[in-house]
């Protein structure tokens, strides 16, 4: 099966630093997204990117499915930003995701 | 946007009982459906694919008979733990796909057995 590797694991950030969590896969997917998990556990939906550049307000993220990798940009970080970020990955749109082992991120006031 | 709506939120269950969990797409028809299971500080871990009108497919080493998945309409697939013991203790989360929007998943629901 496809490997998902993230990273750093941990990531500590002042509050409005800016950061970069990268998600390295194994294969060629057709399906690439990125999750927040709150600390409620809820897995939030910031974006399905399985090529490209896509922007939503602080958040950016990028994937170049040539070289297999995607990253999430996170910018003038806030402390709600805190929590686990997850890249997941599909060969299919409808097909079981394979999950990395996510990026913890903690934001300091 | 699409809505998954999974329940109950929180279950504490006696051991040996059995535990049900809903999981409903609000707002749009999955044929397909996922269950997750996550463990403290941990990834999410692929338990089986649910598939509406048939039988689910579990990954390998999740027991069949102790987690039953049933698909009986478009909406709605339901997980249940049969003969709960503590180490079945865990988060448990349900997904659904949307062609080019990719998936959404429940709130999650954290089981409990003492």
């Known amino acids: 099966g496809i490997q998902v590797e993230q990273s750093p694991p941990d990531l500590i950030l002042q509050e409005g630093a800016n950061s970069t969590l990268r998600c390295n896969f194994s294969?060629?997917?057709?399906?690439l997204q990125w999750f927040h998990q709150n600390p409620w556990g809820q897995l939030i939906n910031l974006f399905y990117?399985?090529?490209g550049t896509k922007q939503n307000g602080r958040l950016s993220a990028t994937t170049v499915a040539t070289e297999r990798y995607s990253l999430l940009y996170i910018s003038s970080s806030q402390t709600t930003d805190s929590g686990v970020y997850f890249c997941?990955?599909?060969?299919?749109?409808?097909?079981?995701?394979?999950f990395g082992d996510g990026t913890t991120l903690t934001v300091k006031p | 946007g699409a809505v998954v709506s999974q329940h109950p939120s929180r279950v504490i269950c006696k051991s040996g009982t059995s535990v049900k969990i809903e999981c409903r797409s609000l707002?749009?028809?999955?044929?397909?459906m996922f269950w997750y299971r996550q463990f403290p500080k941990q990834s999410l871990m692929l338990m089986a694919t649910?598939?509406?009108?048939?039988?689910?497919?579990?990954e390998q080493g999740v027991e069949k008979d102790k987690f039953l998945i049933n698909h009986a309409s478009l909406t709605l697939s339901t997980l249940t733990v049969t003969s709960a013991h503590p180490e079945d203790s865990s988060f448990y989360i349900c997904?659904?796909?949307?062609?080019?929007?990719?998936?959404?998943f429940g709130s999650g629901t954290r089981l409990t057995v003492v």
């Open positions: 649910s598939n509406e009108g048939s039988k689910a497919t579990y």
């Open positions: 990117i399985p090529s």
């Open positions: 294969d060629s997917v057709n399906n």
């Open positions: 997941a990955v599909a060969y299919t749109n409808a097909g079981k995701s394979t």
């Open positions: 997904s659904a796909s949307q062609t080019n929007y990719g998936y959404t």
């Open positions: 707002d749009f028809q999955a044929t397909t």
